[in-house]
Every structure is written in structure tokens, then in C-alpha cells.
């Protein structure tokens, strides 16, 4: 029995993860783990952009991280708006929204991910507002596009990133016999609308490899014995362009550096920190192993640059063996402003992990710096997200699943945008009668954001010498409750058919369901396993389902009841 009772344990993660919604079960998207809730007079509006995945391998008794890995938007309060998985496939990260000449789109790179040396290869898809595919993005040059950056310059073009494995002879930096294959690091800016190339860069035509900090051997980033475990000696995750074009900004993780190069010639301008580098690195300025660094102001004239930077400051494996290089205790968020005349660098303002949480994350990570000057650090391999204010104090904190299914949890990079979706698909309605006799109504629709209410009709069908007919009749409304709507039919309406309305705040219909027949409601019960009709046995916040406090129980939600798919496990033990 004792073997019964680890299984339970172990898949009871599973349960939180399944079933969330009536009206979508097909859909078991993360459940934020918020542990310092959004101060709604601080934050910055808009949505919280996310595409958690699951850091660690699935076993037969362990599994971590979503069961439904892919893109998500969610508001501050962890209600789901937008499940993108299965509709970006394979595997997707960078998950933003963007402008693309004049209209408001999303993307997300989709592919294939090699988390042991942490490269992925595939291409960009751009939705519309609608979730709606318009545009597939891939590198020019009989290139692969890597997952690591596509950033829209101008609403018109893009700059993606790619890892190039060549041969070369490397014996200078200390590769043995066999040692011959190196990632050339190149970044490639395109016109969105046609593909087509407009500019490239390599790294191997201006960076030595003498100024990786990982060398060759031992083999920390690569060990060069063939082109899939090519010498990455460069890495680059972010590029950046100055809104007058004249440079790019590019984040060098395995060199430690970031460095400015010519959008004309390629020549490098200037390089921060790393072996070479141009400044003088004040206090807290230094920075290892970063992510995302972006350009906040150029003062081309009086010589100053802003810039912001994840500084990952530790280097390790994806496989959650450690952090076997780093340069400092925790990752941070940084703003540093560079004064190119009297090449120094100093600290504008510093974002570090929350007090009681020390986070150091050997990959991934971003900072964005939102309009209303607030802070988001997105924690990469540490699996959590942080909103500051301008001067440092933590507005909110979410962890990227909860439970069992929070452990090795990691997200690439964590954004907050406005947006307005609106779905093609057919909003999702289902009406269920439950053990009190009572019916209730569940809508939901996947995407949207401009639904203010749901109204709420019974469908009627009669037959006369005419023939068949349908008539609705009104049986109320509901304001909107996060993703899933629930509504009590009145007592005394026995309805056989209900549709339902989605409606904006001005009173517009947005968009009607399709008619479904009244069910009875089945729930598989806690106690032993077996399927009951009716019946909806509220776990209360203090409860405990199989050892998993969950405090985040909503009440549209039914992760208690999915333990049925655990007894398949347990049955004949």
C-alpha cells in the first residue's frame, strides 16, 4: 500500500493541473503561485505574458512543470485568458505582443528546443488579434532561426538570432585533437512583410574566441567534438536596434559582455564589461552570463547611453545539476547608464529577488521596463516573475505553477502588455445539473478581453403543422468571472437546450454559442474514485487534497476531482 500511496502522491500535481474549466476540460493551463498579490494602484495595467515550461524530464512517478506547456496570457490576479498551446506547436518561447505596420499582433518563436546546450531551431509565427496565423518568419542564408530573440524594429522589421556550428582549427584556445567545431554567433535584421535579408552579422568575423569565459575545455558551453555540441563561445540571446539606426545592441552571455556594433560596416563600437571591455565598471555594475539587455535611451550627442540587462550571473547545466559557475548570490535586473566619453559605467537602479526568496538563475531571464517606469524581472530557470516600482519595492510575485508542478518550472522571458483579443473561434458553453437538482451554465472564451457580460437563454423547440421551430427564452445575465462564467438557471425553469451571449460593456453582442442540451453532472469523487452524478463537494481553502494545500481554488475550477485518472495506477497495487 505504501507504493499506492507515493503514486497518489506523485500525480496528485497532475489533478491541480486538469480539469480547471467546465466549459474548455481540454484545457489545464499553469496555475500562478502568487505569493505577493498585484497592487492594483501600482502595477502597470495590462497582461502578463508568459510561456512556462517544464525544467525537467517527466519520469513514471515525477512529473514537473505545465502539463500544458506552450504560450499564456493572464491577468494579475491568475485567471487565464489565453491558452495558446496547441495552437503555437512543438515548442514555443519569447511569447510577446508586438506592432506590425499599425496593427497589434503576437508571436512567439516555434520549434525545437535542445535544452542541453540551450538552442532551439525553428521560426516565428505572427498571430493577429484574432489568433489567427498571418505570417511565418524564418532566416535567410539556408539558416535556422534560434529561439533565443525576435524583436520588431519599426513595426516593419525584425532581428532574429542564429547558431551557426563551423569547422575551425582552435588549437590556440585549447581544444585537443578532434576539438574543431565552433558556433559562429549571427544575428540577421529582415523585412517581415517579404523575408527578405537585410543585414547580417557574425561573430566570428569580429569577436575572437580568446574572449569566451567559458573555454573549451571543460566543456561548459559546447565541447566542440561535433557541429551538435559546437563550441559556443559567444552567445548571443538579445539584439537590439537604436531608434536612429545606426547601431545594434547585442547581449554576449558566454562572453559576459555586451557590445554595440555598426548597423552599417558590422565593426564593433564599443564593448561593456567581459575581457575587453571599453568601460570602467562602477559599483554593481558588473554583470555575467545576462540576458535580454535592451537600450532605453542613445544620446548619440552628449555621449550617454541607458540600457537595461538580466544579469543571469551564474552559468549551469539544464538538466537541474547545479549552478556550476557564478559571480555573484542572486540574478538581478539592471539599469546602467554608460557615458562614452568618459567610459564609465554606473548603476541607474538595481532589481533583486524579493525578500525570502534567493534566486539565481544559470539561464534565461529578462527585464522590461514597463511605460509607467515600473520594473518586471522575469526569473528565467527559477521559474517566477517580479514587478517592481521605479525605485525597487516589489508590487507583485508569482511563481509559474503551483505545487508539485512548480518544481523546475522555468520561463524564457515574462512580459506585461495592453491588449484586446478577439476570437474567432465560438465562445464554449455547457450546462450541467448537478446532485441539488440545480442547473448551471458555464461560458467561456478562449482569448477573449472585451466580454463585460454573459447573457443567458433557453432554447425552446416545438413542433407544429408547420413544422419544426426554435424560441429563446431569456433566463438572465452574469457578469464576467475571469475565464469561466458560471450561471444558476432559476429555480423552477426546467430548461432541455441553453445558448448563451457574450457582451461588451457598451451593450454589444459579440459573439452567440451554439445551443447545447442540458447534462447531468458527472464528478469523479475523492474519496473512492468512482464516478458519481451530480454533486460538486467543495475543498475548502484550508483543506487538503491528497497531502497539496492549494489556497488558489477557484470556484469554476475542479483540479479536486481529477484524482480519477490516478486510480489507473493504483488499482491492481
Not at 496 to 505: I, N, P, Q
Request: hydrophobic share 35%.
Amino acid at each position: 500500500m505504501k507504493t499506492a500511496f507515493f503514486l497518489l502522491t506523485a500525480w496528485a500535481s497532475l489533478a491541480a493541473a486538469d480539469w480547471q474549466f467546465r466549459s474548455r476540460p481540454d484545457l489545464a493551463p499553469p496555475r500562478l503561485n502568487i505569493t505577493i498579490p498585484a497592487d492594483l494602484n501600482l502595477v502597470e495595467k495590462g497582461y502578463l505574458f508568459l510561456a512556462p515550461f517544464a525544467g525537467y524530464p517527466d519520469t513514471p512517478t515525477e512529473q514537473h512543470g505545465p502539463r500544458q506547456a506552450g504560450p499564456y496570457i493572464f491577468r494579475d490576479n491568475g485567471d487565464l485568458v489565453w491558452s495558446g498551446y496547441g495552437l503555437y506547436s512543438i515548442w514555443a518561447t519569447n511569447f510577446q505582443a508586438g506592432r506590425w505596420w499599425g496593427k497589434d499582433v503576437l508571436f512567439s518563436f516555434e520549434g525545437d528546443h535542445n535544452a542541453g546546450y540551450g538552442h532551439g531551431h525553428g521560426h516565428v509565427t505572427i498571430m493577429d488579434q484574432h489568433y489567427e496565423t498571418i505570417r511565418e518568419l524564418r532566416a535567410g542564408n539556408h539558416k535556422l532561426v534560434d529561439k533565443h530573440e525576435f524583436h520588431i524594429v519599426n513595426e516593419e522589421t525584425g532581428l532574429i538570432q542564429i547558431y551557426q556550428p563551423v569547422p575551425r582549427d582552435l588549437s590556440e584556445f585549447g581544444a585537443k585533437e578532434g576539438q574543431q567545431w565552433i558556433v559562429d554567433a549571427i544575428f540577421q535584421e529582415l523585412d517581415i512583410s517579404t523575408g527578405r535579408l537585410l543585414f547580417e552579422w557574425s561573430s566570428l568575423s569580429h569577436i575572437s574566441p580568446d574572449e569566451s569565459v567559458l573555454p573549451i575545455n571543460p566543456g561548459q558551453a559546447g565541447s566542440g567534438y561535433n557541429s551538435s555540441d559546437a563550441w559556443d563561445y559567444f552567445h548571443i540571446n538579445s539584439v537590439d536596434k537604436n531608434p536612429s539606426g545606426t547601431a545594434y545592441l547585442l547581449s554576449a552571455r558566454d562572453a559576459c559582455s555586451i557590445v554595440k556594433v555598426n548597423a552599417t560596416s558590422g565593426e564593433v563600437i564599443w564593448r561593456l564589461h567581459g575581457k575587453r571591455s571599453d568601460f570602467k565598471m562602477g559599483k554593481k555594475t558588473k554583470f555575467c552570463f545576462q540576458h535580454h539587455a535592451r537600450w532605453l535611451s542613445d544620446d548619440i550627442e552628449n555621449g550617454v547611453e541607458v540600457i537595461s540587462l538580466y544579469d543571469n550571473a551564474a552559468h549551469g547545466t539544464e538538466h537541474g545539476e547545479g549552478r556550476e559557475v557564478h559571480t555573484a548570490e542572486e540574478s538581478s535586473g539592471k539599469i546602467l547608464k554608460l557615458d562614452t566619453k568618459k567610459w564609465t559605467a554606473e548603476l541607474v537602479r538595481g532589481y533583486y529577488p524579493p525578500e525570502a526568496y534567493k534566486l539565481l538563475s544559470k539561464s534565461q531571464g529578462s527585464t522590461q521596463v514597463l511605460p509607467n517606469e515600473n520594473v518586471l524581472v522575469n526569473w528565467g530557470s527559477e521559474g517566477a516573475i517580479t514587478e517592481y516600482t521605479k525605485d525597487g519595492k516589489p508590487i507583485f510575485h508569482a511563481w509559474m505553477d503551483s505545487g508539485e508542478l512548480g518544481v523546475g518550472v522555468e520561463n524564457y522571458r515574462g512580459f506585461r502588455f495592453n491588449w484586446t483579443g478577439l476570437p474567432n473561434e465560438e465562445p464554449a458553453v455547457v450546462a450541467l445539473i448537478g446532485e441539488d437538482e440545480k442547473t448551471r451554465v458555464y461560458a467561456s472564451w478562449n482569448g477573449d478581453t472585451e466580454t463585460d457580460t454573459w447573457r443567458f437563454y433557453e432554447v425552446v423547440s416545438r413542433k407544429d403543422r408547420l413544422g419544426s421551430s426554435r424560441k429563446t427564452r431569456f433566463l438572465g445575465e452574469e457578469k464576467r468571472k475571469g475565464f469561466e462564467t458560471e450561471f444558476v438557471v432559476p429555480e423552477g425553469r426546467e430548461v432541455e437546450g441553453v445558448v448563451a451571449e457574450a457582451v461588451d460593456k457598451y451593450g454589444k453582442v459579440l459573439r452567440v454559442t451554439g445551443t447545447v442540451a442540458v447534462e447531468s453532472e458527472v464528478l469523479p469523487d475523492v474519496r473512492t474514485g468512482e464516478a458519481l452524478s451530480g454533486g460538486h463537494k467543495n475543498v475548502g481553502e484550508d483543506q487538503t487534497v491528497l497531502g497539496l494545500k492549494d489556497k488558489a481554488a477557484a470556484s469554476s475550477r475542479w483540479e479536486e476531482y481529477s484524482i480519477l485518472k490516478l486510480f489507473r495506477f493504483v488499482k491492481d497495487l
